[in-house]
């Protein structure tokens, strides 16, 4: 797998006109996405993760990527809760502390 940094024409971020508002680096990843076969696109923001479902593109955040990681067996029950909590604990990162509470619960499942 090649990783890089890529570079969106010009000319299709200003093809793209959102009917939300979004910041230039979610603008960027939407419209890289659209040119890609079935991409899963990585957001926490609620307003750019509907935008990313109405243009039928993949979209995961944080917390769906820690479940993810326990369901296959790559980070255990305990690691992803002490992460979990400290998200819902910090006041830099904008996801809910009730968010958090709910896919706690659903890890014990």
């Known amino acids: 797998m090649q990783v890089g940094i890529l570079e969106v024409p010009p000319e299709s ?18 419209v890289l996405a659209k040119t890609l076969v079935n991409p899963l696109v ?5 307003t750019a993760r509907t ?26 029950h305990h690691h992803a809760e002490l992460m979990i909590q400290e998200i819902a604990a910090r006041p830099d990162i904008w996801i809910s502390e009730k968010l958090c509470e709910t896919v706690l619960v659903s890890l014990k499942e």
């Open 13 to 30: 971020l200003s093809s793209y006109s959102p009917s939300v508002i979004l910041d230039p680096g979610e603008i960027s990843v939407l």
């Open 42 to 46: 990585l957001m926490d923001d609620e």
């Open 51 to 76: 935008e990313a479902r109405y243009l039928k593109i993949n979209v995961k955040g944080t917390l769906g990527v820690l479940v993810d990681a326990v369901r296959k067996n790559y980070l255990d």
